[in-house]
């Protein structure tokens, strides 16, 4: 069935550094990619998405392109903040009628000063 | 933007007894909401999508009668863990679609049964 692998946290930065979050997923026809985020005490916010092969989600400086080559949709940000500290959330939702979001296991970042 | 609101956010009870966990929708309307369930280190897991004013629909091997779940209202949708056990200590999260395509979260509950 359709999966999503995430790569384990905790990831530790510092600010201003390079992120890479990588998530890569197995599915049966055309998926949608989605990248979730949960800050400390709220409740999961859609952060980007992409529907389509090629397409890149971009939102609040981070990045992801939905690369079918090779399975893959890391999030990718050029200079982290504090403020981005979070769990961050790989998802895809199967094509066709299955709309069903499969789950990554959620990557922590935690930025520091 | 849609909130969706969840209480309580932690909540801790004794073997046996029942647990209600609110889920409401509080600027749209909610026609379906879903329930999930996540386990430390594991991914969040669909246990059931609530429907306003009729039966939820249960995911494979999520037991129905250990979870109820009453949709009651286009606001509100409420899970109850059954005579709850050890095992049932869990991160339960809701959700709801607010437009087209744009699930919004509540923020989770979670359970701790001693």
């Known amino acids: 069935g359709d999966s999503v692998t995430q790569m384990e946290g905790p990831v530790t930065l510092s600010e201003e550094a390079f992120l890479t979050i990588n998530c890569t997923y197995t599915?049966?026809?055309?998926?949608?990619l989605f990248w979730y985020v949960q800050y400390p005490g709220e409740g999961l916010q859609l952060l980007l998405k992409a529907t389509k092969a090629d397409d890149k989600g971009s939102n609040k400086g981070f990045e992801a392109t939905y690369r079918k080559e090779t399975t893959s949709f890391h999030l990718e940000k050029g200079s982290v903040q504090v403020s981005d500290s979070a769990v961050y959330f790989c998802a895809l939702s199967g094509g066709g009628n299955n709309r069903k979001l499969i789950w990554g296991l959620g990557t922590s970042l935690a930025v520091n000063p | 933007g849609a909130v969706v609101s969840q209480h309580p956010s932690w909540v801790i009870c004794k073997s046996g007894t029942s647990v209600k966990i609110e889920c409401r929708s509080l600027d749209f309307q909610a026609t379906t909401m879903f329930w999930y369930r996540q386990f430390p280190k594991q991914s969040l897991m669909l246990m059931a999508t609530s429907n306003e004013g009729s039966k939820a629909t249960y995911e494979q091997g999520v037991e129905k009668d250990k979870f109820l779940i009453n949709h009651a209202s286009l606001t509100l949708s409420t899970l109850t863990v059954t005579s709850a056990h050890p095992e049932d200590s869990s991160f339960y999260i809701c959700?709801?679609?607010?437009?087209?395509?744009?699930?919004?979260f509540g923020a989770g509950s979670r359970l701790t049964v001693l």
């Open positions: 599915a049966t026809g055309y998926p949608s």
């Open positions: 959700s709801s679609r607010a437009g087209a395509n744009v699930l919004t």
